[in-house]
C-alpha cells in the first residue's frame, strides 16, 4: 500500500511538472506573440514617417544642384493598391481594362524643362513651368489619357498586348532635374510612368541642372522608361560614321552599365536625321525612335516616330488644342 501510494504521489508529481511546463511553454508563446505585435507596429509606424519625408523631398523646386537629394519618389495609389515611389502596376493600374490595338496610332508628347525659365535663357520656350505642367496632367487624366511607356506601345503593336482606349506617351528630352523634381510628383500621383530621352552628357554637369545617376535610378524605380538620346547630343547628319556609332552604340551600352535596363528606343539629338541615321539606329538595335516632326507615332513609321512638343508659352486651352488637333 506504501509503495502504491509513493507511486500516486510520484505520478501526481510528474503531471504537475507537466501541466507547469505546458504553461510555462504557452507564455512563452503569447509574450513572443506580444513582442512581435510591438515590433511590428513599431515598423509600419517609422515607414510612414519616411514616406513623409521622402514626399518633401521630391517636391523641392530647386533649380538643379549636385547637392539634390536621393532618388526617393513619393508613395501613390493605384485603385486598392499602393506603391512605392510610384512604382506603376502594369497589370492593374493601366492596361488590364484595356484591349489589343495592333495598327492604333498613338501620341507622344515631347517635353525638355520642368521649371521656370532662369533670365536670359537662350531657349525660354523648352521651360514648362510647374503649375503649367501640373494642369495639363490633370487635363489629360480628366479626358480618359492613360499614359503608357513606349515598349508598351510596341508590345501592343507587334505582340498583341493591351493598351487603354486613350494610350498617350510622355517624353522628356535631355534629362533635368525638373524631371526628377517636379514632373515624377505629378504623375506619380496618377499611376504614370514617363520616358526619359537621356543625354549622358547631363549627368556630369550636376551644375548645369543635369540629373544624378541617382534620380535617374529614381526614375527608373517608379517604372520610368530610359531611352537614349545619345553620348554627347551629336548631331548624327553632321558626323562621321565612326561618331555615329559611338553616339548609338555607346550610349546604349552605358545605360545598360549603369542603370542595368535596356534602351529600346531612341531619340534624334535635335530631332535630325536622314536615311544613313536611321539605317544606323536600326543596326544598332533600337526597336524605334523619336523625331521632333509633329503627329502622331505609328506603327508603319517605327524609324521616324512622331512627337507632339509642348512649349512653355502653351497654356492648359493650347495644350488641349494642340492634342486634340493631332487625335482628330
Not at 552628357?201 to 526614375?219: I, R
Request: with cysteine; aromatic share 6%.
Amino acid at each position: 500500500m506504501t509503495h502504491d501510494r509513493d507511486s500516486l504521489d510520484a505520478r501526481r508529481g510528474r503531471q504537475r511538472s507537466t501541466v507547469r511546463r505546458r504553461r510555462l511553454s504557452a507564455l512563452s508563446i503569447v509574450a513572443a506573440a506580444i513582442v512581435l505585435v510591438a515590433v511590428v507596429v513599431a515598423v509600419a509606424g517609422g515607414g510612414s514617417g519616411n514616406q513623409s519625408s521622402a514626399v518633401t523631398k521630391v517636391g523641392g523646386s530647386g533649380t538643379g544642384s549636385a547637392k539634390d537629394p536621393k532618388a526617393t519618389a513619393p508613395t501613390t495609389t493605384n485603385g486598392d493598391k499602393k506603391s512605392k515611389a510610384g512604382v506603376i502596376d502594369t497589370s492593374v493600374a493601366r492596361l488590364a481594362g484595356g484591349s489589343p490595338a495592333p495598327d492604333k496610332p498613338v501620341p507622344i508628347l515631347m517635353y525638355h524643362v520642368i521649371g521656370d525659365p532662369p533670365s536670359g535663357a537662350p531657349y525660354p520656350d523648352l521651360y514648362v513651368s510647374p503649375d503649367n505642367f501640373a494642369s495639363q496632367m490633370t487635363a489629360l487624366d480628366k479626358k480618359g489619357y492613360v499614359a503608357v511607356t513606349e515598349k508598351e506601345v510596341y508590345d501592343a503593336w507587334h505582340d498583341g498586348a493591351n493598351l487603354p482606349d486613350k494610350p498617350i506617351v510622355i517624353s522628356f528630352d535631355d534629362g533635368y532635374q525638373g524631371i526628377y523634381k517636379r514632373a515624377l510628383p505629378v504623375m506619380a500621383k496618377l499611376g504614370w510612368p514617363g520616358v526619359l530621352n537621356l543625354e549622358l552628357k547631363v549627368l556630369g554637369q550636376p551644375e548645369q541642372g543635369g540629373l544624378s545617376p541617382a534620380q535617374v535610378k529614381g526614375l527608373i524605380d517608379a517604372g520610368w522608361e530610359i531611352a537614349s538620346h545619345t553620348i554627347n547630343h551629336s548631331d548624327l547628319t553632321q558626323v562621321d560614321s565612326a561618331t555615329v556609332r559611338s553616339e548609338l552604340v555607346d550610349s546604349k551600352a552605358e545605360i545598360k552599365r549603369r542603370f542595368g535596363v535596356e534602351a529600346n528606343f531612341f531619340c534624334y539629338p535635335a530631332g535630325k536625321f536622314d536615311d544613313a541615321a536611321v539605317a544606323a539606329v536600326e543596326a544598332a538595335g533600337y526597336l524605334g525612335a523619336t523625331t521632333v516632326d509633329y503627329g502622331l507615332a505609328r506603327k508603319d513609321m517605327p524609324f521616324t516616330l512622331s512627337r507632339i512638343r509642348i512649349n512653355g508659352s502653351d497654356g492648359v486651352d493650347t495644350f488641349e488644342a494642340r492634342i486634340d488637333d493631332a487625335t482628330a
